[in-house]
């Protein structure tokens, strides 16, 4: 039989940017607010409880299916790919209570300080770019861009000070996982990283940080050697003007991502990877991006993929199958093993007859924005 056990539930907890806490990334069964919300309460909060006995019996639980679903298409889930961070970390995955839970339990806290962003990205929205929900009141009326009104709507404004002392809280935390907005933005980053070294903490901790890279406070210098471990997930989208047409130009890869990658290099117990959102301006590109980041020039090797699905206007699949058909198969042939993995997920069938109006809609007001 195969094992369904997943030990997120008993080693960790994730805080949304809009200030919601959910029992990890994938399953959206809020717990409440975290302005509200005691941390014991929410640890052991019914949802919780009913999704660890669920797990302990071995069952699938029903906020958990895109896990499921992904395990069987032979993909690799949320599941899979903590219970091995925690085996790579020297964690174990066992717990011992089938429900019931002590905050000494949680190794592993995935959190945001809201929706602080210096960006506002094409595909994001405003629960995750304060740049973004700056925009909210200048957009135009049509439908099309009732994704982001919406997504304005019940954002809170979360309490760093609050956060910090929950992270104090929590004495078996191994990884820290800082997510944004933009971390290296938010009011409270620095004065975490402080409160974590003067408690003698920061040895014990390893950060994994999501960051579009395009800010270097100097502070990070100084503080980050005393942690276990740091990894940044730079945010990259593309090179060149593909970066630019959906980050702007304070994004450019060469003239801002690619010298912060240089000086923060130097750090001795820093890794770099890179996370590209795919979306409608940049699937057709993403080889030749690759083929950039592993050049000597550059030597980003550690590639990850992500795909827009919504708003779907923006997904890939807003394109017609007709402009994607071709650069699909040369994706599934690459020289590149996650592009090929990445593609070989995807059918051209998913592709639009042709291209979305929504898209081409939101194109000519994203045009005028940038």
Known sequence: MKDKTCAIPWKSLYIHSNGSVFPCCIVFKKLGNFNELNLENAWNHPTMLEIRKSHAQGLEYPGCKSCWNREDKGLSSRRNSFQLDLEEAGLTTHFETPSHASLEDIVHFDISFGNQCNLNCAFCSPDKSSKWEQLVNDLPSESTFDFYRDRAKNISSINSQRLIDSILMLPSLSILEIKGGEPFFAKGHQSLLEKLISANRA??????????????????????????????????????????????????????????????????????????????????????MLEYLHSSKVSLRSNAFGLVRKPAFLSPFALSQYSVKSKLFEFKNSSFKKLRKFAQNINIEDFNEETDPEFLSFNQYWSSVY
């Open 203 to 288: 040895k014990n901790i390893s950060l994994w940080y999501s960051s579009n890279l395009t800010i270097l406070p100097e502070y990070l210098f100084e503080l980050l050697p005393h942690f276990k471990s740091v990894h940044i997930s730079i945010s990259l989208d593309g090179v060149g003007e593909v970066q630019e047409n959906i980050r702007g130009k304070k994004a450019s890869f060469d003239d801002v991502i690619l010298p912060n990658v240089n000086k923060i290099r130097m750090l001795p117990n820093l890794s770099l990877s890179t996370h590209t959102t795919v979306c409608a301006y940049n699937f057709i590109h993403l080889e030749s």
